[in-house]
């Protein structure tokens, strides 16, 4: 299972850090991601991060802004999301995936969303 939290609404430049918690695997097995979805929009790859924790991925959009991370002992992975726009407002899901790191939003398991709304 994977259980997201960390959403909120935030002004233009805020930040905010989402946190997934995994249970019943552990994330040296699996690449785990971020995947946000927008109203009307499709879903879009945020970030991931290899399951040996060295590779990670970031959508153009964010770079420089968003960081990718994990904390084994807690299972637990975090999106740190500095310098928020309004165009990140999105549900974001984490996921996980038996395989390589992922450009696109393809997982195996996902966790629920949580909103994240970010004001001008």
């Known amino acids: 299972q994977l259980q997201a939290s960390g959403g909120g609404l935030v002004q233009a430049g805020g930040s905010l850090r989402l946190s997934c918690a995994a249970s019943?695997?552990?994330?040296?097995?699996?690449?785990m991601g971020w995947v946000r979805q927008a109203p009307g929009k499709e879903r879009e790859a945020v970030s991931c991060i290899r399951s040996s924790g060295r590779i990670t991925y970031y959508i153009d959009s964010v770079k420089g802004r968003f960081t990718i991370s994990r904390d084994i002992a807690k299972n637990t992975v975090y999106l740190q999301m500095n310098s928020l726009k309004p165009e990140d407002t999105a549900v974001y899901y984490c996921?996980?995936?038996?395989?390589?790191?992922?450009?696109?939003?393809?997982?195996?398991?996902w966790g629920q969303g949580t909103l994240v709304t970010v004001s001008s």
């Open positions: 996921a996980a995936r038996d395989g390589p790191i992922s450009t696109i939003p393809l997982y195996d398991y």
């Open positions: 019943g695997f552990t994330l040296d097995d699996y690449a």
